[in-house]
């Protein structure tokens, strides 16, 4: 993609979440250097001049959606808040020995924050790595915690976005949406995890210019009598927990569920816990190439497409009607609370 395209890509990128983009930060994506600032300077004025974009207090939106950069400010200042907000529950969590790392994900690392469903609160999402044989251990103490707030306070405000085993640190859906995940991931805890998550995945580069980095030899796992012993525990409470949701829904699908080998279209696998199908990923790809086409259509083509969703790693076999369980009006409605007076608070 020449840099052109690539700003195009950024800008409508982010216009499906109502946002921005701010040009010190694409600038970092694009690596734009002594070498190539005149060419990025160039391009993005003729996108200007051609009437798709505005550039004000250091952002870039849309012609048409300039509003977004005026709430942009505010955004970024509750984004602080709710981090701050969070803080002490992060602290404890560091504390716990087998947590090796735990990130700020989704809309709050995005400087994006929107409200729940319930349009009543905004919850800190989060990107946890367990140590090996520790995942399902870990998900007991946050289920009983996360029970015992609810019961006092009615709502969650820590929601486990993605957790994962430092074992297993390769993104499977290899695309422009995860690697924007990645890119925007907030390291709070780090107990040396971070460096060996973007070097299991390299692929990232094919959308974010970044530093290189060393590379990082796995770590070797000794097989003892300890471990064992550990593995045994932590695939009891794997097993509990699949009796649990049964238990709770009235059905068998949690029990079908417990398998160890890993598989991409259900949420909850013995090394890892991630949103099915890639969650909302195939419903962004789709407001996003709308968008595309009706903004910027000169700049639009399915060979682009295929190019930032590639369809071996897309979930492109999810059917359409999986879309419309997602709810997608309601989905890129709540990108727009925000912007209402009941943000203000």
Known sequence: MSIKELIVVHVCY????????SIEALKTWLGVGRENHQMFDTALAELKNEGLMIEAKGFLARKGNEEVILNQKRKSELAEKITAKGQKGLTLLSKMPFIKFVGISGSIAAENPTYDFDEKHVDLDLFVVTSKNTLWCFILVERIFTNIV??????????????????????????????????????????GVFSKLICCNQWVDKYYNKESKESISASVFNKSFSSSILFSVNYLFFILFGLMRSLKRFDLIGIGDLKTTF?????????????????????????????????????????????????????????????EDFKMKQLFRKYTLLTDEKGSG
């Open 14 to 21: 982010r216009d499906v979440f109502n946002a921005p983009v």
């Open 150 to 191: 609810r019961l006092f306070q009615g709502n969650h405000f820590y929601c486990l976005n993605y957790v994962t085993e430092d074992s297993f640190l390769e993104i499977y859906n290899k695309n422009f949406y995860t690697a924007t995940e990645l890119i925007n991931l907030r390291p709070i805890i780090d107990k």
């Open 263 to 323: 598989d991409p279209n259900q949420r909850f696998n013995f090394l890892r816990i991630s949103n099915e199908r890639g969650g909302y990923q195939e419903a962004i790809k789709k407001k996003f190439g709308e968008l595309f086409k009706d903004n910027f259509k000169d700049y639009y083509s399915e060979a682009l497409m295929e190019e930032l969703f590639p369809a071996e790693h897309s979930f492109v076999f999810s059917p359409d009607s999986q879309i």
